[in-house]
């Protein structure tokens, strides 16, 4: 069972900066990938960016490229995703998932984290 767990959400004026940390235990060699997703009061989960695997080019929703970086630390077992020039908009509870299939999709991914909340104050 793949379990992952975020942290570093918090509170930021807009054009701050936030990392989130998504932790896994390190039982995710039955997925392909891990995404970030991001849910709004109100609005839709939506796709942050995803990074495979066997690619050390992550993919990103086109709202955050340009802001957003994710990179992982394998011996940590740990997922980032730094983001940068927070605007309000951003604001949103943000997850991590990790599923069979490379997608932009939340209903691909099985294995979700509890979430982290994200305020960006303007």
């Known amino acids: 069972q793949v379990q992952l767990v975020e942290s570093g959400g918090g509170l930021v004026q807009a054009g701050g900066s936030l990392r989130l940390s998504c932790a896994t235990n390190?039982?995710?060699?039955?997925?392909?990938?891990m995404g970030w997703f991001r849910q709004a009061p109100g609005k839709e989960r939506e796709f942050v960016g995803a990074?495979?695997?066997?690619?050390?080019?992550?993919d990103y929703a086109p709202s955050v490229k340009g802001r957003c970086t994710i990179s992982r630390d394998n011996a940590k077992n740990t997922v980032y995703l730094q983001m940068n020039s927070l605007k309000p908009e951003d604001t949103a509870v943000y997850y991590c998932?990790?599923?069979?299939?490379?997608?932009?999709?939340?209903?691909?991914?099985?294995?979700w984290g509890q979430g982290t909340q994200v305020t960006v104050s303007s």
């Open positions: 998932a990790a599923g069979n299939s490379y997608s932009t999709r939340p209903v691909d991914y099985p294995y």
């Open positions: 390190g039982r995710t060699f039955s997925t392909v990938g």
């Open positions: 990074v495979h695997w066997s690619s050390s080019s992550p």
